[in-house]
């Protein structure tokens, strides 16, 4: 029997870890350079703390004996590392080896590291870089795509996930991001889409390009995907480990408390500069929540879709918190089909993982119109509705003008199970405006008078008076208080400090029934 001295496979080990840190050949590597894209492991170095990854897997490989080439990792690399200092558990799939196509030990490889991180309770970042299913493994590549589908679900709610998209995420591929809490896209070189432009062209006779069918623009600002999206992967991976900094580890512990200088009761006069003197003149509310968030910081989620609703996270006294408001400087902040899914959608998010939740309400009602009513605008907005009733997180209101009908009601107000609600003095609570509330109610008495616009607009008068204002409301106990807007951020960061200890939890049932 042949001696083999250790220094000898030590040898043989390094050589086998080397092919596996560099297994794509010279010029896929310089394709991917090329194209301004990183390389698979130069993004999990770049994304994560220095000397923290811990590889998994580094020397499996494919055993399909119909494919002669062999290389280490299969066209995945799995692992754990930090980012400041937290946890994460992270795939990156390598478009140098068979396209980034997943095959049996592909999906192996994920699986198990998706189970390991819902054990341990910690972050999965996913960087997708692949042409979807492996070919000549068949029919193993599709269940293996089941496998990494039924733990997407099964994480859900219970560690953030997030998906990175770098390169091609094509047909069943799309369905684990889709399913995730955070989808990232980059700008001209990432796209996904369930068919591509040839078979659109064939089906449908449609001529499209890959980005106008699935690119970043596109999912982002048409398709509600792509929640961030960045110019290229650096930039991409800095928005992903500063959103990891908003988040908790999983579903049973709370966000990072981040020490700020900012003073918690520093005031904010700015906003009463900021409210137009008439109603009808929009601002905008990113400035309202850039002007209460510790260091004026706010990282926006889908900006470019659904724009007259805000959603995004900032810090208030170190503490991480979700902010909801209706924009009036788009479609006058109503609520429509789009606004509801998005604002449901992050409710939901931030009431899964312990982060309080801020609503700032301006809102003149529902979009009207035969389209929305078509497509299901009271299915909609019912999801919206339920994603607040259903959020047990501390939850605080802020009517800063319109707070009409329906809408006000959706948009947590304490009627719902908002902690608290606040209104600044321009705050108006009521059915519907004044002209229209006059049209109904005085109808005969202006069709009666002689000037018939001048009878109106007294009755407008009188009715604003009376109505468009958070007075009644106050009396009532449905405004905890109105406020001061100056005194915005300290209101707000007392709140929280006193709902910090809020139990709350729902009946004992399997799942409740949205309004999907």
Not at 127 to 151: C, H, K, T
Not at 257 to 266: L, S, V, Y
Not at 344 to 360: E, G, K, L, M, Y
Request: charged share 25%; hydrophobic share 40%.
């Amino acid at each position: 029997m042949p001696e083999h001295p250790i220094r000898e496979r030590l040898a043989d080990l390094h050589a086998r870890k080397e092919q596996a840190r560099n297994p794509g050949s010279e010029r896929s590597v310089k394709r991917q350079h090329d194209r301004g894209k990183m390389l698979a492991r130069e993004r999990i170095e770049y994304l994560l703390d220095e000397g923290s990854f811990r590889e998994l897997d580094m020397l499996a490989r494919h055993r399909n004996p119909d494919i002669e080439d062999r290389p280490y990792t299969d066209g995945v690399i799995t692992g754990w590392g930090t980012v400041e200092g937290r946890k994460v558990f992270i795939f990156s799939q390598d478009f140098t080896l068979f396209g980034g196509a997943l095959g049996e030990v592909f999906a192996e490889k994920t699986h198990k590291l998706m189970d390991m991180a819902l054990k341990v309770g910690a972050p999965l970042v996913g960087l997708n870089d692949g042409a979807g299913a492996r070919i000549q493994e068949g029919p193993v590549s599709l269940a293996s795509y089941g496998g990494i589908f039924y733990r997407n679900v099964k994480s859900s709610g219970v560690i953030p996930q997030i998906s990175v998209i770098m390169g091609p995420c094509a047909g069943g591929a799309v369905y684990s991001p889709a399913m995730t809490d955070f989808v990232f896209m980059v700008e001209d070189t990432s796209y996904m889409f369930i068919t591509g432009p040839d078979v659109v062209k064939t089906v449908t006779g449609e001529d499209v390009t890959q980005q106008e069918l699935g690119g970043a623009q596109t999912h982002s600002s048409k398709s509600g995907i792509a929640a961030f999206t960045a110019p290229d992967d650096r930039a991409c991976l800095d928005d992903v480990r500063f959103l990891l900094s908003y988040l908790p580890a999983n579903n049973l512990e709370t966000t990072p408390d981040i020490p700020t200088a900012d003073p918690w009761d520093r005031p904010t006069p700015e906003l009463i500069d900021l409210m137009p003197d008439s109603a009808n003149v929009p601002y905008d509310m990113r400035t309202v929540i850039e002007a209460v968030a510790d260091d004026n910081e706010f990282f926006e989620y889908f900006s470019k879709w659904a724009t007259n609703i805000v959603c995004g996270f900032v810090r208030l006294g170190g503490r991480s918190v979700g902010v909801v408001g209706n924009q009036p400087s788009a479609y006058a902040g109503v609520l429509d089909i789009e606004a509801s899914e998005k604002a449901a959608r992050f409710v939901r998010t931030c009431d899964s993982f312990n982060i309080p939740i801020v609503t700032f309400v301006d809102v003149p009602g529902f979009l009207p119109g035969v389209d929305q009513e078509y497509n299901g605008i009271i299915r909609h907005g019912a999801k919206l509705l339920y994603a607040y009733c259903e959020a047990t997180v501390p939850r605080i209101q802020v009517i800063t003008r319109k707070a009409y009908g329906g809408a006000y009601v959706v948009m947590d107000s304490k009627s719902i199970g908002s902690d608290l609600s606040y209104a600044w003095p321009s705050a108006e609570l009521a059915v519907m405006g004044a002209s229209g509330a006059v049209e109904i109610l005085n109808r005969s008495e202006i069709a009666a008078a002689e000037d018939k616009e001048a009878r109106k607009a007294e009755l407008v008068d009188v009715y604003a008076e009376k109505w468009l204002n958070p007075y009644v409301a106050a009396e009532r106990g449905y405004v905890d208080d109105v406020i001061d807007p100056t005194d915005t951020r300290k209101m707000l960061i007392d709140g929280l400090n006193m709902l910090e200890s809020k139990k709350e939890e729902l009946p004992p049932r399997k799942h409740g029934n949205m309004p999907l």
